[in-house]
């Protein structure tokens, strides 16, 4: 480990999905690790409940040589005027999402690296890694060199919380390739499709539970294929009717028009377009996106996924 990362004690910024795991992950690999939480707040009491050092942000901050800024990306551009003046002379900040280096308007003392270490999932597979599990990649990057060793400072943090192997990359890269994949696949693709593929079923006279299990829950079988083997060690897994289906069909499914909305939305991720929005509806309230993740709490998807995996229809009813 380096010996820099090794030198003093680092402070990780908030105890979220990341922190939490982060910071536990630190301190398995040996670290001096204090938690950055508000004073009195949920995070303060968890982060104490597991044997953590707690001080306010700007506590953590003061005498920290590596501090982890793991605050909500939304929450982060009003919070840093009052944290940045906190960092002591020639700190490490590690980031792990470039979203506010390159969107947020952050200042930085010029004495400070900023790097990024982005892990690629969640905090439950960063955990699993650290404690053995299926290794996890991540992704590196120098925001601001001001040590001449911030690469070092981030290859030693990402060794430490467990990751392997790892991708230098630059903070635009990391950034708008993960604001594409969580909009287009991962969140945004992936809950559209389950969604419209279940309502055309269910239009259709279909019973909700069965579109549901079809559609939906199945989904992680192949994810998991996916994961393991890739697209073509995958089709090695499924019948020849799937296969066929495979590729006859899904290129319908994802055809020009979807295409050209790909196309549409990596332009605005990239124009910042996204990133106004998102900042718009944040300070707004999130008034909006709170009124839709309601909305769609209450989509018969839902019950149907209750009912599916409470039991089975009764044979003795037949159909
Ligand atoms: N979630 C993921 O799987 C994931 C994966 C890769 C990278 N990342 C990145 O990791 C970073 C953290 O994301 P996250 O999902 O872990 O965030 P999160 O779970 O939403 O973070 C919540 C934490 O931030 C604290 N907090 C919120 N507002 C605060 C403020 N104004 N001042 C001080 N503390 C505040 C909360 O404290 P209280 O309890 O006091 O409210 C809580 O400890 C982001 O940059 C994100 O893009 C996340």
Redesign the pocket.
Known sequence: MSGRLAQGTVAV????????VQALNLRDAGLAVVV???PG????R??SAAGFATRD?AGALRGARTVA?????Q??P??WPALAPALAPGAALV???G??LLFGGLAFPESVDVVLV?????????RAAREGGAPLPAYLAVHREASGVAWEVAEAYAAALGCAPLWRTTVREETEV?LFGEQVVLCGGMNALVTAAFETLVEHGYTPEIAYLECVHQLKYLADLLHARGVAGLRDAISGTALFGDLSRGPRVIGPESRAEMRAILDEIRSGDFARAWAREASGGRRWLDAEVERARGHALEAARRRALAGGSDPAKGD
């Not at 910024?13 to 939490?20: D, I, M, N, P, T």
């Not at 982005?118 to 960063?126: D, F, H, K, N, R």
Request: overall charge negative; proline content about 10%; glycine content about 16%.
């Open positions: 910024l908030g105890f979220g999905h990341q922190g939490e950055g939480a508000r707040g949920e995070s303060e968890r982060a942000p800024v793991l605050l909500p990306d929450a982060l009003a919070a980031f792990a999402h979203f506010n982005a892990p690629t999932g969640p905090g439950s597979a960063l993960d």
